[in-house]
């Protein structure tokens, strides 16, 4: 046991709940954009994908990681423009297009995969980190938290700056009628289509911010389908969130830290079935929905599209 | 008199029993294979589709590829495909045994499925529960002597029964060898076979916890291995090691791949077509080894030849039955065999 109680190993558990973490925090902090506004983002998991492909493939032709996120963001909200012109201009149901976007990405970019990089399976060399100083010489959480990549650090700045903009400012405002009484926005002279529609391309550039960070710095290489349902715990997340930030944040943490906590218990040659280990991590989420999911209140006119004059 | 009658009663009964089986057996045009992942992967969906290939061009028939079909349902993909004429579909996943059997009694094209024994019905399901335990082992065996930090790793993305059994081979080639060696063991997910990120994840916890050999089964999630290898110094600060299973990725190392367990299940695939043919298909299991190099280690610049020697030892021993090695199939019998906190 003592052996496993090194700062080492207990270094890579942290980075790794934080490398497990930050993809489901984007996606969460997008998704609850997309609620927010009224708009049940189900296609979340196929903008990840896409942000992971265009991500992976920009940053490795070109060699400059940071092109590499801009595209990621560009192919979620690609995918997410598709969402948008579908489901609040042409009132489409949400889910339906949202399921469809998904299963057409996972199809695309697993082709273009075949094409491009079946062959050759390229990887990119290790993520670019950025020390924080003063506290990167911090035992064990140093190295694990204050020497990160700096997308690490944007994402945990964005859940103060989006609780901000909710609670503080005429846009969030805005979006929170949206989501709510549609109705009552356009009566005050503001297009909810239009605000539906910028919300939905924000979820799809953190979604895709996320799938590019899974591709380039928590895996350094794409394969087909490597998302596995992250954008799905992304909606979870967002919902069990109510509507704040910060809460999308601590699902994200408890369940990025209870796959590592997987990790470590395994590693550790606990002699229970891994399933029941594996099981941690859905089970910390569950156990999140059943103490405080009671609570929750979505927006009253999430997943109602809105067509003015119909009641 | 009577002698001659029972000669006759012999042939005739000979006779009828050869017309029988000519009138059961299946002649075999095409077979296909349905694979989840792409069928370049370097390991077991490529393997498969070009085991499929090589036998279908050994007996002369045709074969049709489905790849990339996921882990969903492929239902739709082996009626069109038995629709197409296929005489025998390989559903190359364990994933995909629900479903296969249920399409093989719909549509009455026989199905080859795997890691289901038991679920053998003659003429129409065949399963092939294929072990590279013996193999593994001598993974084992090198990776025990050739540890600079006394602590190899074995990181899996699932717990199918022939990734269990080169587990276990594994580990016990390692104790064997060197048992004051730890073995530490880590599951990326239930079945993270396409998690590349996790697969990164879990192999730099595991280097970190002392591992510089890692042992991965992973299919696509075994790049993100790869990666974390080539990208995490060992706790000595040394380099780390890969050793790889069933397919041969040389052709994409950046210098860190130690070995692979490679398998052929080319042989697998002719024994079948030949059992349809001769109506005895779906009664018997299939096995590949290391006697006929269906089984085999991969050799690379990173092992030294005296090391490379001993391992060879070890193979023989094997071969010639003077050393026998029964497989573990269940995820219990590996976590028995791995280091555990009380040690």
Not at chain 1, 185 to 213: N, Q, S, W
Not at chain 1, 217 to 237: E, R, Y
Not at chain 2, 48 to 54: E, H, M, R
């Amino acid at each position: 046991m003592e052996a496993l109680l090194t700062a080492a190993f207990l270094t890579a558990l942290l980075a790794g709940a934080v490398a497990a973490g930050v993809p489901l925090l984007l996606a969460g902090l997008g998704e609850q954009m997309s609620e927010k506004a009224g708009v049940l983002n189900i296609g979340i998991e196929g903008m990840m994908l896409m942000g992971a492909y265009l991500g992976f493939l920009v940053a490795f032709e070109s060699g400059n990681g940071a092109l590499g996120f801009v595209a990621g963001m560009a192919g979620g909200m690609a995918v997410a423009f598709v969402m948008a012109i579908l489901c609040v201009g042409l009132a489409l149901n949400q889910i339906v297009i949202g399921i469809g976007l998904t299963l057409g990405v996972e199809g695309l970019t697993a082709l273009l995969h075949h094409f491009q990089f079946s062959t050759t399976y390229p990887r990119l060399p290790a993520a670019w980190r950025m020390p924080v100083p003063g506290l990167v010489e911090l035992p064990v959480i140093g190295p694990a938290l204050f020497d990160r990549h700096p997308l690490v650090y944007l994402a945990f700045l964005l859940v103060p700056l989006l609780a901000w903009l909710y609670r503080r400012t005429a846009l969030g405002l805005t979006l929170r009628a949206a989501g709510e009484k549609p109705a009552a926005l356009d009566v005050a002279g503001i297009d909810v289509a239009t605000v539906r529609f910028l919300a939905v391309l924000f979820t799809g550039a953190m979604a895709g911010l996320g799938g590019a960070f899974m591709a380039n710095v928590a895996a350094g290489i794409f394969i087909p389908f490597m998302t596995g349902g992250a954008g799905f715990i992304g909606i979870v997340l967002a919902m069990l969130a109510r509507g704040r930030p910060a809460w999308v944040l601590i699902g994200a943490v408890v369940f990025g830290g209870a796959l590592s906590l997987t990790t470590a218990l395994q590693v550790a040659g606990l002699n229970v079935p891994t399933d029941l280990i594996q099981m941690l991590p859905f089970a910390a989420v569950m156990a999140v929905l059943v103490l405080y999911g009671r609570k929750a209140r979505l927006p009253a006119a999430l997943g109602l599209p809105y067509v003015r004059g119909a009641r | 008199m009577i002698k001659r009658l029972m000669q006759g009663a012999a042939l005739g009964l000979a006779l009828a029993t050869f017309g029988a089986v000519v009138a059961n057996a299946v002649q075999v045009n095409a077979i296909a294979i349905l694979v989840p992942e792409e069928g370049t992967d370097y390991g077991w969906n490529q393997q498969g589709v070009d085991a499929a290939v090589a036998a279908a061009n050994a007996t002369g028939v045709e074969v049709i590829t489905a790849e990339g079909l996921g882990y969903g349902d492929i239902r739709p993909t082996l009626r069109e495909l038995a629709e197409e004429g296929a005489s025998l579909m390989i559903a190359h996943a364990s994933g995909y045994n629900t479903a296969a059997p249920e399409i093989a009694q719909e549509t009455g094209v026989p199905v080859a499925i795997v890691d289901s024994p038991d679920a053998l019905v003659p003429g129409l399901v065949a399963d092939y529960t294929l072990s590279g335990h013996e193999g593994a082992y001598l993974a084992g065996v090198m990776a025990a002597t050739m540890t600079r930090t006394g602590t190899v790793g074995i990181v899996v993305s699932g717990e199918p029964p022939s990734w269990n059994a080169q587990s276990a081979g594994f580990a016990q080639g390692v104790q064997a060898t060197n048992p004051d060696v730890k073995i530490v063991y880590a599951v990326i997910g239930p079945a993270a076979y396409a998690d590349a990120a996790g697969g990164n994840r879990v192999t730099a916890a595991v280097i970190a916890a002392g591992a510089d050999i890692v042992f991965g089964q992973g299919n696509g999630s075994s790049f993100g291995m790869l990666q974390a290898i080539e990208t995490t110094p060992a706790t000595d600060g040394g380099k780390v090691l890969f050793i790889d299973v069933i397919g041969d990725k040389s052709s994409i190392d950046k210098g860190y791949l130690l070995t692979s367990v490679l398998w052929d299940m080319t042989p697998v695939y002719t024994a079948m077509i030949e059992d349809l043919e001769n109506d005895t298909f779906g009664t018997k299991s299939y096995a590949i080894g290391l006697a006929d190099d269906s089984v085999r280690l991969l050799q690379t610049d990173n092992i030294p030849a005296d090391v490379w020697e001993q391992v060879m030892a070890v193979r023989q021993e094997l071969v010639d039955g003077t050393l026998v090695l029964e497989p573990v199939f269940d995820a219990e019998g590996v976590r028995a065999l791995v280091t555990s906190v009380a040690e």
